[in-house]
């Protein structure tokens, strides 16, 4: 078994899809999601908290680290390109910028995108969803 990308334990078995919901704009684009988002997603080490920060040129860092109901989730951080398909937002891994120990990367793809919340799966084994809120300055 190899560990999980986005995770600290290593999962067999077969990948469940999560639900696709759709999207709610028609005409989205990546200005449309700059900014820093904050929220969680869930993979095999349980609901993690992250961070993206989404750039104008499609660059997102990914940052995850431990909740007060995850104290053992790591911390770490790499970078993503973000692009607009259709009316999905897919978060593709790139490189590392700090990993933790054997954590691996994971992709993302935003299935529900709203001018505060987006939401949608987490592409890898034993991971299922992720939410994030703008942040507000």
């Known amino acids: 078994m190899a560990p999980i990308a986005g995770c600290g334990h290593s999962v067999s ?63 770490g951080k790499y970078e993503m390109r973000a692009s607009v398909q259709g009316e999905k937002v897919e978060f593709d891994q790139v490189r590392w910028i700090e990993r933790p120990g054997d954590y691996g990367m994971v992709d993302l793809v935003a299935t529900r995108v709203q001018p505060s919340t987006m939401r949608g799966n987490v592409s890898a084994a034993g991971c299922t969803t992720f939410q994030v809120e703008r942040k507000r300055n």
Do not use: M
């Not at 999207?23 to 684009?29: A, I, K, M, P, T």
């Open 13 to 75: 078995g077969s990948a469940v899809a999560a639900e696709a919901e759709t999207v709610e704009s028609d005409s989205l684009n990546l200005a449309d999601i700059t900014g820093v988002w904050v929220g969680t997603y869930t993979c095999a080490q349980g609901e993690t908290g992250l961070e993206l920060t989404v750039e104008d040129s499609g660059r997102t860092e990914f940052a995850f680290h431990p909740l007060a109901n995850n104290p053992e989730a790591k911390s």
